[in-house]
């Protein structure tokens, strides 16, 4: 049998099996692509931020930020529609239907093609409107219109662009998605001073040409990731009558929505819960909220292994499932489980001992939120650990169609049990009982998550979901047997 590296799914060039072999290599291999490309997307959004500061001023890069609030909030919805897509692709490469996989997969491209179109054309209509409910500031509002119309304008690119990405998880291929994830980086950090300050006959458009620079990289993007996938023949490219599957099947499409919706609304309840914190850590004074700041830019990173080995994980869970080899579900959660321990442990160990020349780069040598910020590391940032170990539980069982429990668990863990857990401590213990509201809600989240994870019935579930897959494999199989000339 050949290993992880030489398995090679149905679908043709870039699928990969990801049932067999050594689990945790594999898993570890498949993982670091994405962790590689949320590593550049966040140094894009920062590169670009430093262009917009240096170029334009603070008030423009207030605009961006607040542009980016609305831009999250439709990327919530786009990620669990995507995930959907993956653990249903994965689970029908898993049985061997390919053409399954494809039907899945153009359901979900025709409809978040469709959507993105409707939410660029609304956002560029009503974007006065978004900006004034979110109470803008007069100085800033201009700045923040003319970024965010353009922005609009780039969102059918970029949402293709994830949409085609997390398909290919599905199909076991993660990393070509990082290769043109690497074309739009480049591009759109070399644009951002072309555009912004003007270069030759390319007049200066201001915070405009920033999110001009965005647009263009993410069509380039896409469009070159498409030809690649036809010329490469990728195991998701639609030809000849599959091209129907663009047109959403009414039962596709129910699972991409009614499984997706819930997947989003997960990242909804935890981005909620940290405008709240950050709400109450406002009210502490401004040298606490910058140290609090810098605390995030480092958390951001800190939270990245887990979340590109959860992805990795669900789709090799999906897979697994497909192919009914639910017994070895177990194992591919030790394996994330061990993953995350190594490598987010190992960061967050590294960043406590070497907390102040990492701060300082956010927070400059001098300023007094230096040692507050390191205060904040000490007590919290281990929580981050106890989060990989909730995500890595949570991939395994969104592979068998589980998602209400994990969206219930973070709802008690980031409300209840965090900001209760506040409310109480604050009397005593001031300030830091923002900190550790952090960890004690990871504790929370870990403890009903590992419940939610040890319940009997989603495995049975799953296991009947691999049975339904490898059925219909099996009937597309004969009936293409059938259809075949004598």
Not at 11 to 32: C, E, N, Q, V
Not at 63 to 90: D, E, H, R, W
Not at 194 to 207: K, Q, R
Not at 333 to 341: F, Q, S, V
Request: aromatic share 8%.
């Amino acid at each position: 049998m050949a290993g992880p590296q030489g398995n090679t799914a149905p679908g043709g060039p870039g699928a990969r099996d990801l049932t067999r072999g050594p689990i945790l290599k594999t898993l570890l291999l498949f993982s670091l692509p994405t962790l590689v490309g949320n590593i550049l997307q966040s140094l894009n959004g920062s590169i670009n931020a430093i262009w917009v500061g240096r170029l334009l001023g603070d008030s423009a890069l207030a605009a961006t930020a607040n542009a980016n609030v609305v831009m999250f909030l439709v990327f919530a919805a786009v990620f669990g529609f995507g995930m959907a897509a993956t653990v249903k692709v994965g689970q029908s490469f898993g049985a061997g239907n390919v053409d399954a996989a494809r039907r899945t997969f153009g359901t979900a491209v025709g409809f978040c093609v469709g959507l993105a179109v409707i939410v660029a054309t609304a956002g560029w209509l009503y974007a006065p409107a978004l900006l004034r409910i979110m109470s803008t500031p007069a100085d800033i509002f201009a700045f923040a219109l003319a970024y965010l119309r353009v922005i609009f304008v780039a969102l059918p690119a970029t949402m293709i662009s994830v949409m085609i990405s997390m398909g290919l998880r599905g199909a076991g291929d993660a990393k070509t998605s990082l290769y043109f994830m690497i074309v739009s980086v480049v591009l759109d950090c070399g644009l951002n001073p072309v555009f912004i300050a003007g270069l030759g006959p390319i007049p200066a458009l201001g915070i405009a040409g920033s999110a001009l620079a965005t647009a263009i990289s993410s069509y380039v993007s896409m469009l070159v990731l498409v030809i690649y996938a036809y010329a490469r023949n990728l195991p998701l490219r639609l030809r000849g009558h599959e091209l129907g599957y663009l047109l959403p099947r009414m039962d596709e499409l129910r699972y991409i929505v009614t499984k997706g919706l819930p997947m989003g609304a997960q990242m909804l309840i935890v981005s909620g819960a940290g405008i709240v914190m950050l709400g109450l850590v406002n009210r502490e004074g401004s040298v606490t909220s910058a140290a609090y700041g810098a605390s995030l830019q480092v958390w951001t990173y800190l939270q990245m292994p887990a979340m590109a080995i959860s992805a990795a994980l669900s789709a090799m869970a999906a897979q697994a499932i497909g192919a009914g080899l639910v017994e070895r579900l177990g194992r591919i959660t030790r394996a994330g489980l061990i993953l995350n321990l190594a490598v987010t442990g190992t960061m967050t160990a590294l960043l406590l001992l070497f907390d102040r020349p990492v701060l300082v780069l956010f927070l400059g040598s001098t300023s007094p939120a230096v040692d507050m910020a390191r205060h904040i590391q000490m007590l919290a940032s281990w929580s981050y650990i106890l989060f990989g170990m909730t995500i890595m539980l949570f991939g395994t069982m969104r592979a068998g169609g589980v998602v209400m429990a994990p969206l219930m668990v973070l709802a008690v863990a980031m409300f209840p049990a965090r900001l209760g857990f506040y409310h109480l401590a604050y009397p005593t213990l001031g300030a830091d009982a923002l900190w550790l509201a952090f960890p004690v809600g990871s504790l929370a989240a870990v403890a009903m998550a590992a419940i939610a994870y040890a319940q009997p019935g989603w495995r049975a579930r799953a296991q009947s979901i691999g049975a339904a897959r490898r059925q219909q494999a099996e009937a597309a199989a004969e009936c293409a047997a059938e259809t075949m000339p004598g």
